[in-house]
């Protein structure tokens, strides 16, 4: 027979913000282990498109990011260019291009 398993914290409903695991314990028993939401990463506030190059974290692991391996050199690269990680390849290039016409 299959082993029954409960939530190990009291919020029992099967939402988005509550997913769960099963993970077998060295010991052989099935228990729950809560996982994180996925991150859907940065969008380009000019085309709406992915950034590349950038990981997806959640929004608090961007400010401790640097647990990430080779984080520490994005952070150094986002602080010395512009508009990097913001902006895709195209966004850059329309809001350059209208940055020049209003001079």
């Known amino acids: 027979m299959v082993q029954r398993l409960v939530y190990r914290s009291r919020h029992s409903y099967a939402t988005k913000s509550n997913q769960n695991r099963v993970v077998k314990t060295p010991g052989g028993k099935l228990v729950f282990q809560s996982t994180k ?14 950034i590349q190059g950038i990981p997806h974290l959640r929004p608090a692991e961007y400010k401790r990011g640097l647990d990430y391996p080779g984080t520490e050199e994005l952070l150094t690269v986002l602080m ?15 809001h350059s291009w209208w940055k020049s016409r209003r001079l």
């Open 80 to 94: 010395v260019e512009s508009y990097q990680a913001v902006l895709s390849g195209k966004g850059l290039l329309e």
């Open 37 to 50: 939401k996925r991150a859907s990463g940065p969008k380009c506030p000019v085309t709406g498109k992915r």
